[in-house]
């Protein structure tokens, strides 16, 4: 009864997939440069979102931490927590931007998901991550919102042009593969085709 409506969501994503493929080669690209310079420089990732974002930050930094799809050491990363407690205590939306306050260095790189950049707290964190000299690889989605017109130049702007959540969510989850497989490929070399 719905196999059609079921097919249909594998073609759409399908579609858009190969739509970004090539304007989203160079931004993912740059974010492997930005994240490598990090973690060989002595720093770490520092990952949020909120909602259904905060899954994809934490599936990050558990990607960074214990491996892709190779034996390598950890790198230093860690998802910022955007949970109701967190979220109570600083009902300005200052949770996370406490967070980059609290944890970051100079040196780190701010690693922030949405699927349009639109979350206030986001663009709090962005502040954060900039007063302490800290780069931005933001990954969004419709047009990046107030989180992308927060960006300086020498930050990271991922962008899936979609206007669908759900479109954005399953490129966005292909971006951090990328991203994962590209750290891996600098510091291991290329593996092997299976």
Known sequence: ??????????????????????????????????????????GKVLVGGMGPSAALAHYLANLLV????????????????ADAVTATRWTDG???????????????????????????ALVEAVQAAHDREISVLALTGHHGGGLARQL???????????????RIREVQYLVLHCLCDGIDTQLLGEQEPL
């Open 1 to 42: 009864m719905l196999d059609l409506r079921i097919q249909q969501h594998f073609i759409d994503s399908a579609d858009l997939h190969y739509q970004v493929a090539e304007s989203l080669a160079k931004p993912v690209d740059s974010a492997v440069q930005a994240v490598m310079a990090c973690v060989t420089g002595g």
């Open 66 to 81: 214990g491996g892709f799809e190779r034996e390598r050491p950890g790198l230093a990363a860690l998802a910022l927590s």
């Open 94 to 120: 200052q949770g996370l931007a406490r967070q980059v306050q609290a944890l970051g260095q100079m040196g780190d790189v701010l690693v922030l998901i949405s699927s349009d950049g639109a979350e206030p």
């Open 152 to 166: 300086r130049e020498t930050d990271v702007h991922v962008c899936v042009p979609h206007e669908r959540a759900a």
